[in-house]
């Protein structure tokens, strides 16, 4: 198999840190055995210690995270079905038919404002939320 020096640089993070399998690790040093030159700022990198760029997160994080993630898809699950069904309620209509024929067809909601129209306004507040809570889940900030 031929290695290119990319792939090794693109390793050595792994391997001076310590967690690159042994299957890595061997192919690294056998690369290393063929070019001096990049063998010898590995050693220098290993003299000067390997420190990763990460920050240092509390353990606890993720599960925090992880958990604040399953709440906000559970209420954007319920926010969703609830905004289909006021959606749907509002939108309900009476249909007249005779010989087969449709002959008479018109929304609910102009018969009765009030119920209707209040469904419709529910399922509008609902649309935004469930919108909001998409947008929000979208993003990586905590």
Known sequence: M?????????????YLSGEASPATRVLVE???KQDPELAARVRAQGRAG?????PSLPPELELRVLAR????????KW???LAWT???LSLTS???????RITHFHFLIFDY???????????????INYYALKRRLRTSAP
Do not use: H, M
């Open 69 to 76: 993630t399953r709440r906000l898809l559970k209420w954007q």
């Open 2 to 14: 031929n290695v290119t020096r990319d792939v090794i640089l693109d390793l050595l993070p792994v």
């Open 113 to 127: 404002p009030s119920v209707f129209g209040t469904c419709l306004v529910f399922a509008v507040v609902c649309w």
């Open 86 to 88: 006021l959606t749907a």
């Open 30 to 32: 056998e690369y290393l």
């Open 79 to 81: 926010v969703f079905a």
């Open 50 to 54: 390997f420190t990763s760029t990460a």
């Open 94 to 100: 009476a249909i007249s038919f005779d010989g087969g």
